[in-house]
């Protein structure tokens, strides 16, 4: 079992930066790779990016590119998602999620979730 619980959604102007932070619970954080997704009102949760279970693969949706970085640290059970550059379109609930094994980018193949943070991006 995991325990996600988000934070760092904020209100910020275009081109700013925030930085979330995933916070999970159990001793074996490390087996999980874990996922950012975001969902705007009206729209289907779309994935951000993952990282490996040790951080040593990323990968991140083509849109964000260049903009977001997503980093854990395993020893303090945290993940991270800087973003910057930001958009108004980035405007989303931002929410993390865990799975076991390998890298995916669909929501459904992910077993655990946090509540969100809500990230708006004025323009």
């Known amino acids: 079992q995991v325990q996600l619980v988000e934070s760092g959604g904020a209100l910020v102007q275009a081109g700013g930066s925030l930085r979330l932070s995933c916070a999970a619970s159990?001793?074996?954080?490390?087996?999980?790779?874990m996922g950012w997704f975001r969902q705007a009102p009206g729209r289907e949760r779309e994935f951000v990016a993952a990282?490996?279970?040790?951080?040593?693969?990323?990968y991140y949706v083509d849109s964000v590119k260049g903009r977001f970085t997503i980093s854990r640290d395993n020893a303090k059970n945290t993940g991270h998602l800087q973003m910057n550059i930001l958009k108004p379109e980035d405007t989303a609930v931002y929410y993390c999620?865990?799975?076991?094994?390998?890298?995916?980018?669909?929501?459904?193949?992910?077993?655990?979730w946090g509540q969100g943070t809500q990230v708006t991006v004025s323009s």
């Open positions: 999620a865990a799975k076991r094994a390998y890298y995916s980018d669909y929501a459904s193949s992910y077993n655990y």
């Open positions: 159990g001793r074996t954080f490390s087996s999980y790779t």
């Open positions: 990282i490996s279970g040790n951080g040593g693969r990323t």
